[in-house]
């Protein structure tokens, strides 16, 4: 029942979002705060319904373990997330449609760097969202993206226990201006990798970083765990 309940979801926000996206493109002087509203609680109701193709990429529900496979509970693939696919892409073709619209450009930039990540397409994904970045600095979608994206690249690393590999990765989200979140993320993990070198000190000084500059309090409370953990073995 869950499984047909999951289905019926993704099924009506495809249809309604392909309806809205091409309602954009014939009538550009739409209601857009009116339409942010509408796609924000059809996502809510996603991720609520736990389709992992279409939940919100929430910065702050990213796995503290950065040895969690991101992809260990994706659905396998199959007809219905094949047919989700296709429609994605057809999504993806009208949002770079929009691009000309200064109104709508920001939002479909951003929808096509989020839309080319669930398609599990991360190399684009990564592009569009550093290209983002490069426009408009700051902006929450494509640092999620690029996060996330960045965040896989160093769980492949660990693999193989690389640890430099990892944190390179890491510092590659600092590359670029980022919200605050990601940025907090790479610092985060990079303390991590320290940690498991075994370079405490080192360690300390990401996790500080995030103490002395980030605004966003999960991330301030979970570096300062590892701070006093860290200073509780001395």
Same mark, same amino acid.
Do not use: F, P, T
């Given at each position: 029942m869950k499984k047909v309940i999951k289905v019926v979801v993704i099924v009506i926000f495809l249809a309604v979002i392909t309806k809205q996206v091409v309602g954009l493109s014939n009538n550009p002087s739409i209601d857009y705060d009116k339409y942010i509203q509408s796609i924000e609680k059809l996502e809510f109701n996603l991720a609520a319904a736990g389709y992992s193709e279409a939940k919100l990429l929430i910065m702050s529900d990213i796995e503290d373990d950065p040895q969690f496979d991101p992809n260990e509970n994706n659905f396998k693939p199959s007809k219905d997330k094949v047919k989700a696919n296709k429609t994605i892409a057809r999504l993806i073709s009208e @949002? =770079?449609?929009l691009q000309h619209n200064p109104k709508l450009r920001q939002k479909s930039v951003e929808e096509v760097a989020v839309l080319n990540y669930r398609m599990d397409n991360?190399? #684009?994904? /990564?592009?569009?969202a550093k290209e983002v970045l490069g426009e408009y600095p700051r902006s929450l979608p494509a640092s999620t993206v690029l996060a996330m994206c960045q965040h896989e690249k160093a769980f492949q690393a660990l693999k193989d226990q690389d640890y430099d590999a990892a944190i390179a990765a890491y510092e590659e989200i600092q590359e670029y201006p980022v919200a605050s979140g990601a940025e907090a993320l790479s610092n985060y993990f990079i303390g991590k990798m @320290? =940690?498991?070198?075994?370079? /405490?000190?080192?360690?300390? #000084? @990401?996790y500080t970083n995030i103490v002395d500059e980030c605004a966003e309090l999960g991330w301030v409370e979970r570096a300062q765990k590892r701070i006093d953990k860290i200073n509780d073995k001395k």
């Open positions: @949002y =770079e449609g991360h190399d #684009v994904a /990564s592009i569009k @320290y =940690e498991r070198k075994l370079d /405490s000190k080192q360690a300390l #000084v @990401y």
